[in-house]
């Protein structure tokens, strides 16, 4: 269905290469009866205008804690939120319900709709709250909203004449309401069977489509994979996604373990990684750009076997086979590179944890022997 009354993003709003979500060394303690309980720590998270995130973790791992810190319902005790250009950190009471109002649309487990109130006076309720509409538009905009969650017939029932998943569209309806550019459900299919589930998650998609960028909590991983990307949180800390791309069998602290040892080097356009021949004692993931596996052949030009793009991984291949390395690495002329290097010493600790990780890194350096050894025209 055509939703013409999604506004179009003026330049200006565009703001160009800048996250429109953008949490820096976010810190988050609880004061409780036996002392301060450090609930985020040093979250770092980049967010890009137009993407579909799932956060994942195990119950009380943070996932709602850090979402409040986004929409502002909590406040970070150290660290910065920006959301759509503005601190969220330093806005005031006053302001934040306003500004939360016009730039961000909230979805809960439990919907949260207003009992006493008709469906469509829910809806209603967010843009007399911002006046983003004149007041005899709303009511038609509201409807609109209800025709694109194909709740229309239902717009003067009361919410509890609902189904659990015909509740939560008219709460996505007036998650809507004033068109932000953002939008935060935390665990919304948590009370769906998997069928309302699924229609519920086929709708965000959707809204994707049309440019909103949505964060959605889930414990569901078939639906967490179906999103762009996904932050995994564990013990209130983020999981680097690419240490999680390249090793998926590692426990959420393992992962943990492997992303705080993990050091983050850069590289310029087409600078050289690792040469041919030298001595090797880490394991590398791309985390940013592309990098190339280039490998010398006798009597001819040296050849680019393989490009990497982030997630996957280098420096296995010596760790089980050799200790020099026999391809050069360089970052591919396209742009800059990120890698995350592992020496060989963690790594092994890493393994002995994981027998499972331990054969597929096993696995993936014997295929990569294999292929090394033919484009060298030596058969193995
Ligand atoms: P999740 O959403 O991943 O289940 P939460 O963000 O709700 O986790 O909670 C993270 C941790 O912080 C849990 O251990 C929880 O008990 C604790 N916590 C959450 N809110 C408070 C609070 N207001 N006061 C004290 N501890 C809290
Ligand atoms: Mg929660």
Redesign the pocket.
């Known amino acids: 269905m055509a939703i013409s009354f999604f506004k179009q993003k003026t330049e200006s709003e565009q703001v160009e290469n800048h996250p429109i979500i953008d949490l820096h060394e976010v810190n988050k303690y609880?004061k409780?009866a036996v002392g301060d309980?450090h609930?985020l720590e040093g979250v770092d998270l980049q967010i890009n205008a137009g993407e579909f995130v799932s956060i994942i973790?195990k119950?009380?791992?943070?996932?709602?804690?850090?979402l409040n810190m986004i929409t502002g319902i909590d406040r970070p005790t150290t660290g910065e939120v920006w959301v759509n250009g503005t601190g969220v950190h330093g806005l005031n009471e006053n302001r934040m319900a306003r500004w939360r109002g016009k730039n961000l649309g909230i979805v809960f487990q439990f919907f949260q709709l207003l009992p006493m109130i008709s469906v469509i006076e829910n809806i209603m309720l967010p843009m007399d709250f911002c006046r983003t509409y004149p007041l005899n538009e709303r009511r038609k905009r509201a409807m609109d909203l209800l025709e694109l969650v194909e709740l229309a017939d239902h717009a003067h029932k009361l919410p509890t004449a609902l189904s659990g998943g015909q509740q939560q569209r008219v709460a996505i309806a007036r998650a809507l309401a004033n068109d932000p550019p953002v939008i935060i459900a935390d665990e919304p299919t948590g009370n769906l069977d998997s069928k309302t589930a699924e229609s519920v998650f086929a709708l965000f998609n959707d809204l994707v489509a049309k440019g909103k960028t949505i964060i959605i909590?889930t414990h569901d991983s078939g639906l967490a994979k179906r999103t762009h990307r996904t932050a995994l949180?564990a013990d209130g800390e983020i999981v680097n996604e690419y240490v999680a791309k390249a090793m998926p069998t590692l426990t959420a602290s393992q992962l943990l373990q492997a992303t705080k040892t993990a050091k983050i080097l850069t590289y310029e356009a087409g600078a050289m990684i690792l040469a041919e021949g030298t001595n090797a004692d880490t394991f590398y993931i791309v985390s940013k750009g592309t990098v190339e596996v280039i490998l010398p052949r006798p009597n001819q030009s040296d050849v680019i076997a393989l490009q990497l793009r982030p997630g996957k991984c280098f420096g296995e291949m010596e760790f089980f086979h050799e200790t020099k390395h026999r391809a050069s690495i360089r970052a591919s002329e396209a742009g800059p590179v990120e890698v995350l290097a592992i020496g060989y010493e963690q790594l092994s600790e890493l393994l002995d944890q994981s027998e499972a990780t331990h054969e597929a890194l096993r696995q993936m350096a014997n295929k990569h022997n294999g292929e090394n050894l033919s484009w060298r025209g030596v058969s193995s």
């Open positions: 609880y409780t309980y609930a973790g119950s009380g791992s943070g996932k709602t804690t850090l909590v949180i």
